[in-house]
Structure formats: C-alpha cells, structure tokens
C-alpha cells in the first residue's frame, strides 16, 4: 500500500464549480499534514496546512480525519487559475525516524476551463 | 521570488558523464534536502541535511553523491547514472526540520 494516496484524476471542471480531492495515508504515526500546489514544470509551494478542526483560506478549505487517516481539499469557485497539480503530503513525527521527511502523494491534475 | 535557487536549470548527459547539481538557499535556513520527481510518480525524497550533517538517505544509489559544505549550499554529484535516473531534481531548505520546506524550481536532467 502507498504511504499517500491520492486520486489522480484528472479533475476536469468549468469555473465556478466546486470540486474536492480526497487523500489517504497508511501511516498512523503521522504528524502534519499539507496541501501542495504545483504548476507545470514549476516546483511545487506550500497552499495550505491542515489540521483536525478543518482550515479554511478563502475559496480552499482543508479537512482531516485521524481516524481514517484521511486529508480532504474542497476548492469552491473555482477560477481558471487553480488549474495546477495538488499534492498531498505528510510528515513524520518529531522524535521517530521519520522526522522532518515529506511524503508526497502522486498529486491530482485539476483543470478548470471557461 | 524563491530563495531557493538551483543550477543548471537543465541538463543533458551521457551515462558515462560525471556532472554536479548546485542548490543555494538564502534564507538563513538549517535544513536542506533532495528530491526526486519522476514522470508518473510521486515526489521522492533523497537526502536531508541539517546543520551540514547527513540525517538522512532514504536508500539512494551510490551513483548520486551528495554534498554539504556548509547550511546555505548543497550539492548532488552525479556519475556514471541510468536512462531511468532522467528526472527533475528539486532542492528545498527548511529553518529546521519541523519547519515548512521551500522548494527550488528544480533541474530538469535527462540522462541518455
């Protein structure tokens, strides 16, 4: 099983709409939890921190469910300009072995069009 | 503007070849690490560097090499690599290892 699991898509959407993307992770030992985004041949930046009680940066708003081990993304009014690669990642714990590693999902291709 | 910058931007070479990726961070920051992103996989991580020492390979070939001379500056010294090694090379730094990691815009390396 994969550490990160993500639908790929690709998410193919008109503006305006509202569109999620969903992630699992096999590690329970797992501390933080982020959103990417990566443009075409760019590297990719940090969009958005999640936590427990949910997050919410304008049109983005972030879940996480420790239980299932499971990150949501839910992108309302989508605008042209979200069309990118998001990626789910996590990071290991402070004190295990796994400290300060960023583990990546595959990422899920969004295109929003006119 | 990123403060994380990588040199070349691309970079074409035989298998015979030995070349060297540059990575300079200018953000005062502890941390460095190597990623690699091949096509149709995820971001993988290859070695992290804190404070100049090694904290981390995550079971990397002995073909890349990498370098910390000092916490601004990292380097990937590449011979004798594999058609399958061609892939975009990303850079990131980080204050510490807690702490969010700023990526560079990567090399493109294709290996022939």
């Known amino acids: 099983r994969k550490e990160v699991e993500q639908d790929p898509g690709p998410f193919n959407v008109p503006e305006g709409a509202t569109v999620a993307f969903n992630c699992t992770y096999s590690?329970?030992?797992?501390?933080?939890f982020f959103w990417y985004r990566q443009d075409c041949r760019k590297e990719p930046k940090l969009l958005m921190s999640v936590y427990s009680s949910g997050n919410e940066d304008g049109r983005f708003t972030a879940q996480l469910n420790r239980a299932s081990q499971y990150i949501s993304l839910l992108i309302r009014d989508s605008k042209l300009s979200d069309s990118a690669t998001y990626l789910c990642?996590?990071?290991?714990?402070?004190?295990?072995?796994?400290?300060?590693?960023?583990?990546f999902g595959q990422g899920t291709i969004l295109t929003v069009h006119p | 503007e990123t403060g994380v910058t990588q040199t070349p931007r691309h970079l074409v070479m035989g298998m015979t070849n030995k070349k060297s990726l540059k990575c300079e961070q200018h953000?005062?920051?502890?941390?460095m690490y190597w990623y690699k992103q091949s096509a149709k996989k995820p971001l993988e991580l290859m070695f992290v560097y804190n404070f100049k020492e090694q904290t981390e390979n995550n079971s990397v070939p002995s073909r890349f090499s990498p370098e910390c001379p000092n916490s601004s500056h990292l380097f990937l010294h590449l011979h004798t690599l594999q058609p399958e090694d061609s892939a975009l090379y990303l850079c990131?730094?980080?204050?510490?290892?807690?702490?969010?990691?700023?990526f560079g815009p990567g090399t493109r390396l294709t290996v022939t």
């Open positions: 990131a730094s980080s204050r510490g290892l807690a702490d969010e990691q700023y």
């Open positions: 990642v996590v990071k290991g714990r402070a004190g295990g072995t796994s400290y300060g590693k960023l583990t």
């Open positions: 953000l005062g920051h502890n941390a």
């Open positions: 590690n329970s030992a797992s501390q933080s």
